[in-house]
């Protein structure tokens, strides 16, 4: 082992030692000296001594957690797993989190961390999202991900979990922001989506392998997710929703945050159509999104609606959409079927109500109470 993996093995000991949360202790001990030289000064017993009284408590864990513990042997162990360890001091420590003013100290990971030189973005949402939001949350992966924007997740089932799906299965980057150790799966049933990050992207988390999930760890860990990108997608979230917790931390970081706009009847979208009211970014699109981003459109996405589709050949659809509506507002489903009739070919619902919200949004339809649909004449 060489002298700088030795010393990042004592680090780990100590971080591990320190506990949760320890940022200010440990920036305060590294004006003590190496954590090799506070594991030494630990051994002998005499740690309190060289720390500020307010740190007794801390200074006792340390010596005590010094007891039996192995710590090159532990390190080498982590490492022969595939878990690395990083702080907030090395270089390869993610430069857009480090920026952060309550960055953690350190990260475990697996995998590959964020390309520094790419675009990232959170996609998060609801985890009992939609097929609206099903449908959403998967193009816009899809797109990011073969356009070469890196997508951060919390890898939660609903929105979160399908977005970054979508961007590893369109060749793309996804990182999921664990709130438990990076060797724990969870939720459970994202096994596979879990295995893929691990060998086609990254896990990372601030918490040490081994710790399991616990609701008390979730929220911080979203500063993370957030910190790491460049702005948060939020697809679907309802008035009172985890997601906008994210979103209060991207703020707070200077984040840009963009919402998909969604019915005014649907209680998952009351979260993204506050949001946009409250001047959040609208993105009706993925090509909206990227263009937002300054990032080149990708020409074809497989297994979306983007299907060798140009930004032209989705106008078209919006088109053959507004072609079917009438001054007289007409039902979802009397509309899917006037579609059919009229092009002989079917659309989808959740296509149908996409589109129709991009004619809403643009003032060309308006929508009555329930799903009844009209023309307004924005582009007569």
Known sequence: MTQQETEKAYLHWLYQAAGMGSRAFLRDL???????????????????????????????????????YDVTGEYERMVGRGILFVTIREE???????????????????????????KSIAVVGARNCS???????????????????QVISGMARGIDGIGQKAAIDAGGYSMGVLGCGVDVCYPAE?????????SEGGVCSEYPPGIGPRAVLFPP???IISGLCDGVLVVEAKERSGTLITVDMALEQGREVYAIPGRATDAL??????????????VMTPQELLE????????????????????????????????????????????????????????SVSTLCHELLRLCASGCAGQSAGCYYRKSGGRD
């Open 30 to 68: 590294e004006q003590t000296g190496t954590a090799r030289t506070v594991y030494d000064m630990a051994k002998r017993g005499i740690l309190e001594e060289h720390l500020h009284i307010r740190y007794k408590r801390k200074a006792q864990m340390l010596q005590a957690a010094v007891v039996d």
């Open 221 to 223: 860990r979203n500063r």
């Open 190 to 198: 994202n096994r596979e989506l879990y295995e893929r990050l691990l």
């Open 292 to 347: 937002e981003l300054q990032t080149d459109v990708p020409l074809a996405v497989e297994g979306t609606v983007c299907v060798q589709q140009s930004v032209l050949a989705l106008e078209e659809i919006t088109e053959r959409v507004l072609g079917v509506l009438d001054f007289q507002p007409k039902p979802l489903a009397l509309l899917q079927e006037d579609y059919g009739n009229a092009y002989e070919t079917n659309i």
């Open 92 to 118: 390869s420590y993610p430069g857009k989190l480090a920026a952060v003013s309550d960055a953690p100290y350190a990260l475990y990971y697996v995998g590959r961390l964020p390309d520094a030189a790419k």
């Open 269 to 282: 979208s009351v979260g993204c159509n506050k949001l946009i009211r409250q001047g959040a970014g609208l």
């Open 131 to 149: 097929e609206y939001g099903r449908k959403m949350a998967g193009e816009f992966g899809a797109v990011l991900g073969q356009a070469g924007v």
